[in-house]
C-alpha cells in the first residue's frame, strides 16, 4: 500500500473505525480506478460516537459522488474541448473529475479541497491513474488564469454558493455539474446537459439525487 493510501485509510478510520478502502474500476467509467470507501460497508443505526466523528469529518472524498462520475464521463467524451487546457477542479474530493481531465488530455489539473484527507486521497488516487496532478487547499491558493474550472456535487451546501462568483475571476470557462440543484441563479451559467449517475459506492442514495444537471459558464463550449 502507498503512503497517500495508508494515510487516506487512516483518516477514513478515524471517522468510521470498521470502513476500509476498497480499489475498484469506476462503474461505466472503468478505466479509471478509485480507492473508495468499501461497498458492502453496514450503513444500519451507527454508534453516537460515530455519528458525532462523521459530522464534524464527513469524509465526503471516500465516495466517488454521482456528479463527478457523471462529469467524468463527460470529460472522457469531450476531448477535443478539454485537450491542453489548463483545469481546476474545485472541490475536487477523491479526485475523479481532475484525474478524468488529466486522461482526456488536458495539459495541467490542479485538484482544490478544503479538506486535506481529500487531497491525499486525490494524490493516492492520481498514483492509481497514473497521472501527475497539482494540488491547492483552497480557492485562494490558484493562482494564473485557469482555462476551465469544474465543479460537481460541491453546491450542496448554500454557503459554497459565492464560489461560483469566485471562479468565475479565474477562468475561461466554467462547468459545474450538480445533482443537488436544479438551476443556479446567475445568468451567466446556462444548462447544457443532462444524464443519470448514482454516487458510488452507493450506501441508501436517494433516487431524487440521480438527476445530474450540466451548467456553463463561458464561451468555449458554444464552438465545440
Ligand atoms: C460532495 S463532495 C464532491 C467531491 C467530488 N467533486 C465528486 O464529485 O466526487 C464536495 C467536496 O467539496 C469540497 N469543498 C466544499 N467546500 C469547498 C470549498 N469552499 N473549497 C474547496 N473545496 C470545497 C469538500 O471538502 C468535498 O470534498
Not at 91 to 95: A, K, L, P, V
Given at each position: 500500500m502507498t503512503t497517500y493510501l495508508q494515510h487516506s485509510l487512516t483518516a477514513l478510520q478515524r471517522t468510521l473505525p470498521d470502513a476500509e478502502l476498497e480499489i475498484t474500476p469506476l462503474p461505466t467509467v472503468e478505466q479509471i480506478q478509485l480507492a473508495l470507501i468499501?461497498?458492502?460497508f453496514q450503513t444500519g443505526p451507527l454508534p453516537a460516537d460515530v455519528m458525532y466523528r462523521v459530522i464534524a469529518h464527513?469524509?465526503?472524498?471516500a465516495f466517488c459522488w454521482g456528479s463527478g462520475l457523471a462529469l467524468a464521463r463527460w470529460l472522457l467524451s469531450s476531448t477535443a474541448f478539454v485537450a491542453n487546457k489548463r483545469i481546476a477542479d474545485v472541490?475536487?474530493?477523491?479526485?475523479v473529475g481532475a484525474i478524468a481531465a488529466k486522461l482526456a488530455g488536458a495539459s495541467e489539473v490542479v485538484a482544490c479541497d478544503n479538506d486535506p484527507d481529500a487531497l491525499m486521497v486525490a494524490r493516492a488516487n492520481a498514483d492509481l491513474n497514473q497521472v501527475q496532478l497539482s494540488y491547492a487547499?483552497?480557492?485562494?491558493?490558484?493562482s494564473g488564469t485557469f482555462d476551465l474550472i469544474l465543479m460537481a456535487?460541491?453546491?450542496?451546501?448554500?454557503?459554497?454558493?459565492?464560489l461560483l462568483e469566485t471562479v468565475k475571476s479565474l477562468a475561461n470557462d466554467i462547468v459545474v455539474a450538480d445533482s443537488r440543484i436544479q438551476s443556479i441563479d446567475d445568468p451567466s451559467f446556462k444548462a447544457f446537459h443532462q444524464c443519470e449517475a448514482l454516487t458510488y459506492p452507493n450506501l441508501g442514495e436517494f433516487d431524487e439525487f440521480k438527476d445530474v444537471r450540466f451548467f456553463h459558464a463561458g464561451s468555449s463550449l458554444a464552438s465545440q
Open positions: 468499501n461497498s458492502d464527513p469524509a465526503y472524498w472541490g475536487s474530493g477523491c479526485g487547499g483552497d480557492v485562494a491558493e490558484l456535487d460541491v453546491l450542496y451546501d448554500k454557503s459554497n454558493y459565492p
